[in-house]
């Protein structure tokens, strides 16, 4: 059975501070994907990145930045030089190769104080 | 940003009442999703559409039907509505599915309070 575990329900920084959001999650398959969104106080679910089962190759973008270790089952999420605007639920995902549909985690809630 | 609406936004029902929600797309995504959100639980899969009128059952499907006649469209019915279906809707699109990263794209989400 798949499964998504963010186990930090909230955390707060200060702004400028640095913050990872930790992601593990179980699946027997060999072909899955690996999902980060976001979900501002406005409510709406902003997609992040996607990463294939085949790809470990860490990713940049901006002050974001992920790591994939499969060795650990993880996908971490790094903010570098946090911002008010940063301040948001997020939510780790995973999609088997088999399955039509996301499997989520229950969400980390971020919130940077100014 | 992908072109989904919901509609209604905000709805407060009954107890027993029914219910429909609607999604509707501009991008011709050939899969749809619907999910209901509550806390501590994240987002749920309650029905899922991979062509018209080709549906299928995901994670929380009881007390809740859906519809695909038309590719932009797709229909999520409470037939009876619970207090235990008060929460947020999400519907969802992908252009493709399971085989190819099933990257989704969500809609704006609809409020709904049972009493």
């Known amino acids: 059975a798949q499964k998504v575990t963010q186990a930090q329900t909230e955390i707060s920084v200060v702004e400028k501070e640095d913050v990872t959001l930790d992601c593990v999650y179980e699946?027997?398959?060999?072909?899955?994907?690996l999902f980060w969104y976001k979900q501002p106080p406005s409510g709406e679910l902003v997609f992040l990145i996607r990463r294939n089962s085949f790809d470990e190759q860490n990713e940049i973008s901006g002050r974001y930045s992920w790591n994939f270790q499969k060795s650990t089952s993880s996908f971490n999420f790094t903010i570098t030089a946090s911002q008010v605007v940063d301040s948001a639920v997020y939510f780790c995902a995973l999609s088997e190769g088999g399955a039509n549909n996301l499997f989520f985690g229950t969400g980390t809630r971020l919130t940077v104080i100014p | 940003d992908a072109g989904i609406t919901q509609s209604p936004r905000h709805k407060v029902t009954e107890t027993g009442t029914p219910v429909t929600l609607r999604c509707h797309q501009t991008?011709?995504?050939?899969?749809m999703y619907w999910y209901r959100q509550d806390p501590g639980h994240g987002l749920r899969l309650i029905h899922y559409?991979?062509?018209?009128?080709?549906?299928d059952k995901g994670e929380v499907s009881d007390g809740y039907s859906v519809s695909r006649s038309k590719t932009e469209d797709f229909l999520l019915t409470l037939e009876s509505a619970t207090s235990s279906q008060t929460s947020v809707y999400f519907c969802a699109i992908s252009e493709t599915g399971r085989t190819a990263g099933n990257e989704q794209f969500f809609g704006p989400g609809t409020r709904l309070t049972v009493l």
């Open positions: 559409s991979y062509g018209v009128k080709d549906t």
């Open positions: 991008e011709n995504h050939r899969y």
């Open positions: 699946t027997r398959d060999t072909t899955y994907y």
